[in-house]
């Protein structure tokens, strides 16, 4: 897949060989957002320059390195999964799944939220670790100059029905060779799959208080991505989604959300 998203987020990726950060500076708008899970939002240019400069201390003194970049983007809209691999306290190096997301206005970001597998960064930097705010990040990629596409007309449609709690209605948006992942229940690849975890997650739900909220979402022709909330009695767990998107139908759906803290939350 080709476009001004994804050549850009691939910059993002390619720094991380000298992890020189500052150079990305150029790759952002004058009114940029950039959401850090630790470190919160650098608003405006001039604050993601500052940021990008302790950056360039902090991460390689940490022993921290980026691998496994992969880049999907269309026109305006992208997203990224990587691995952060970093020593622990006995030296061994842990892997942390990480994804971003990232919308773009004539050629340059405007905003991009960072998250990071909660229970892999515990297995790295032990229970007393600081906690990742991924509810922070929820809202702060909205833009109201973003346009969109058919990929995000898909994504409304989605919601839609599963605003009603009809998830094996919205199999119908999936294309045959679609991918469904959840990062608990495992990934379903093939419509028929995705048709049997969504009947499942049906029947989990009915009747419960519980549900999901969309927060924000982008998309052009081929990718999206969402923010989301799972409403639970217990309190609000927040979530992300990755998206594809051919002829109009998904071929992938992976979904993310923060599993720690929807551990400690009652259930209905």
Known sequence: MSGPAVDVIS????VEDDQRYTRLVELFADDAVYYDPFFGPQ?????IA?????????????GARFDSWESVGDVDCGWAKWLM???????????????SLYRLRDGLVTRVVDYLDPQAYQRLRGDEARTPDLAG???????????????LDLVHRFWEIQESKRYTDLAELF??????????????????????????AERKLAGTESHFELVD???????AWSQWIYKL????????????????RFTLDEDYFDTVLAATLPRD
């Open 85 to 99: 691999v970093a020593p622990n306290a006995a030296g061994e190096e842990v892997p942390v799944p990480g994804q």
């Open 217 to 223: 979402a982008a998309g052009d022709d081929t990718v």
């Open 175 to 200: 294309t045959d060779d679609a991918v469904f992942a959840d990062v608990v229940a495992g990934t379903f690849e093939g419509k028929e799959a995705v048709t049997g975890f969504l009947a499942e």
């Open 43 to 47: 608003r405006g240019k001039d604050a």
């Open 233 to 248: 009695p217990g309190g609000d767990v927040p979530g992300w989604t990755l998206h594809r998107v051919r002829d109009g």
């Open 137 to 151: 990040a929820a809202g702060a990629l909205r833009d109201e100059s973003a346009g969109g596409g058919a990929a």
């Open 50 to 62: 500052d940021f990008m400069g302790e950056m360039e201390k902090f991460v390689p003194g940490s």
């Open 11 to 14: 910059r993002f990726g390619a």
